[in-house]
Every structure is written in C-alpha cells, then in structure tokens.
C-alpha cells in the first residue's frame, strides 16, 4: 500500500512541479521581498508536502507524550493523595512558574499544536485539490492509492475526534457523564464505564494506528530517506511505533471498562474540584 503510494508520487511529480514556482530563482534574488521565498515554498508542491510532513512530525510528538502522559492512569486512584495523572495535569499547568506565569507554558505549547494543525489540514487540503487539478475528467492520469484516500477519511474523523475530545475533557462542555476540572482520573473513570464512549475511543485509536502509520512511512519518504534496502526496516518501524501508541491510549478505556482500574475515592475528588452535573 504504502509502496503503490511512493509509486503515485513520483507519477504525480512532473504534472505537478510545472505549476510549482522555482525555489531557487526566489531564494536567490536579493530585490525579492523577505518572505517571498516562504511564500514560494509553500506554493510549491514539494514545499507544501515538506510542510505537511513537518507538521505532522510536531502533532506525531504530541501525540507520542500524550499517550505517555496518560499511562500515568495505570498507577491507579492514588493512595490517600491525588492520582499520579492528576498529579501530571497539575504539573502540566503550573511547568515554568513563578518565571513564566501559571499556565503559560501550556498555552504557548496549544498555540503551537493549534498553528501546526491548521497549517497542516490546509496543506493537505491543497494538495488533494491540486491532485484532483492534474487529472481533470476521467479517467485518472494518476492511480489514487488506498492509503491515500485512507489518510483522508482517518484524518477527517481524527479532527472530529480531537474536537469532540477537548469539549469532553478539556473544556468539559460535553459531559454525558459527571467532570470535574483537574480530576483526571475520576473523569477517566467515570466516562469509562459508559460502554459508548468506551467504544468510540477504542475505534478512533484503530483510526489512529492506521492514520499514524501511514504518516510515518510518508514522512520517511518526504525526508528522502527511503531505500529498497531500508524501505521494510522503515515500514515495520513506522507500523510498531503506531501500534504502540493507539495500544497505549487504548488500554486506557478498556482498563477503566473492564474494571481492572481501581474506583476513584469520588467524595474526595467531588469536593476538591466541585462536580459537573451530568447533561
Ligand atoms: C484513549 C485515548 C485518550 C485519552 C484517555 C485521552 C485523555 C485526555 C485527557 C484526560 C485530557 C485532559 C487533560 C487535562 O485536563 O489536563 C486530554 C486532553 C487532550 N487530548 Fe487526549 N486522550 C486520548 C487520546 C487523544 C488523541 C488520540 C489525541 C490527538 C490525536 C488527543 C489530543 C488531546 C488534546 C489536544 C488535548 C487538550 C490538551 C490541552 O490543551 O489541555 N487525545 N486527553
């Protein structure tokens, strides 16, 4: 799949670069405006998918810590003080305080997250679109891939879920069951018994694997680096380190459902964070 891909690529290439303004020509004249090489760079296909591919690797990394981060709910309720995940969400918020003020950090790493996300939708928007462009009518000069089409579904439903996910446990808006700010763990728990919204996790972390593992290899390729002799090396990477991370994020819910987590002490949690009502 991801090879059928690299082969539709490199067809892709020659009907694509004649709309693509030279770098070089830019880049090198002295009378051109500052930022016109970026603006050239981003109206090139090849500058668009290195974008695309930097962008995703900034969102692949949050990705990877947040998984890591929520591992920390395996550590249970905690023994008479807060939850070890409690514990991390509070350390996220107050990171670099006195000298940066409360929150600062996070919200300087969400602009950055936000930024990095838009600017890689609208890459990938642009470049399906200029792909659609290269072969107008039908039927298709360029073979669109599985795995192409693929990332755009996965990657649709992952924007839907991220959306749907910080209105549940970030903002709290959502709350089809009780929330209460800074308890992780109890929010963990208390969303976990519902068997829906364990069954959403659980699909959008399959949705996950398969977008994460598709971006990897693509990215490997991007940078340059793919070889007949690396490529199955590379493609076993890519799948692991995606199979890890959904894993990881999946064990989650299914831990909490299955009841192998601990209940959290909820009069404690209710009267230090003040409970939502439900709906
Ligand atoms: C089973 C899977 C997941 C669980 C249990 C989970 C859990 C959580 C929790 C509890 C929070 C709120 C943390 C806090 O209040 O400090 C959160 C925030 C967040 N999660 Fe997840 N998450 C999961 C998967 C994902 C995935 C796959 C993504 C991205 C593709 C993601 C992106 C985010 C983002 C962007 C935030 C907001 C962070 C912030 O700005 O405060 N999560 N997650």
Redesign the pocket.
Known sequence: MAGDGRAATRQQTPALSSEAPSLGGAAGSAEQPRLRWVREFWASTLGKKIVVAATGVI?AA??IL??LG?LK?LQGPGDGEPAA?DQY?TF??DVGDPVIPAEGL?WI??AI?LAALVIHVVGITQLIKRNRAARPGNPPVVRRTLASRTMALSGFL?LA??VF??LQ??TLTIHPTPLA??A?YA??YGA?QEWWIVAI??A??AV?FLHMRHALWSVLQTAGWDKPNRNPTFRRGATTTALLV?GG??L??ILFFVGALPEPPSASASASAGIEAPG
């Open positions: 969102l949050y990705v947040h998984a929520n709910a995940v969400a996220l918020r996070l790493v969400r997250l992952l879920f991220i996910h910080i446990f970030t700010q800074g992780v929010n963990l976990f996790y659980v959008m972390m996950l959904a994020f999946a989650i819910p």
